[in-house]
């Protein structure tokens, strides 16, 4: 059975960084695509980066692009986002999922995805 550990979040002043990780275990992780997905307070979960298994090719959503990276690395089964210029809209609950029926897309569509980690908060606030 696939699992997936997210930590890293916590308190961050506006223009601050953070880096997340999702430690993946049961598998390798290059051949899961690997998503982040984030949920504020009220209002449904979003799709905020997302890798594809094997290449590796990325994707980003609006509001982030510029600021985030997501990135892999297989010998530590592990898949980070890097975030830069965060700002109090970034707070949420992160989540890093996996899933292998579009493992070569970067799909951001949380039902697309089979495997969720139990997520990681972070706060962005002066």
């Known amino acids: 059975q696939l699992q997936l550990v997210e930590s890293g979040g916590g308190l961050v002043q506006p223009g601050g960084s953070l880096r997340l990780s999702c430690v993946v275990s049961?598998?390798?992780?290059?051949?899961?695509?690997i998503g982040w997905f984030r949920q504020a307070p009220g209002k449904e979960r979003e799709g905020v980066s997302a890798i594809s298994g094997g290449d590796g090719y990325t994707s980003h959503a609006e509001s982030v692009k510029g600021r985030f990276t997501i990135f892999r690395d297989n010998a530590k089964n592990t898949v980070f986002l890097q975030m830069y210029s965060l700002k109090s809209e970034d707070t949420g609950v992160y989540y890093c999922?996996?899933?292998?029926?579009?493992?070569?897309?970067?799909?951001?569509?949380?039902?697309?995805?089979?495997?969720w980690g139990q997520g990681t908060q972070v706060s962005v606030s002066s």
């Open positions: 999922a996996a899933n292998s029926r579009y493992r070569f897309t970067t799909t951001m569509l949380p039902e697309d995805y089979s495997y």
């Open positions: 049961g598998d390798t992780v290059d051949y899961y695509g």
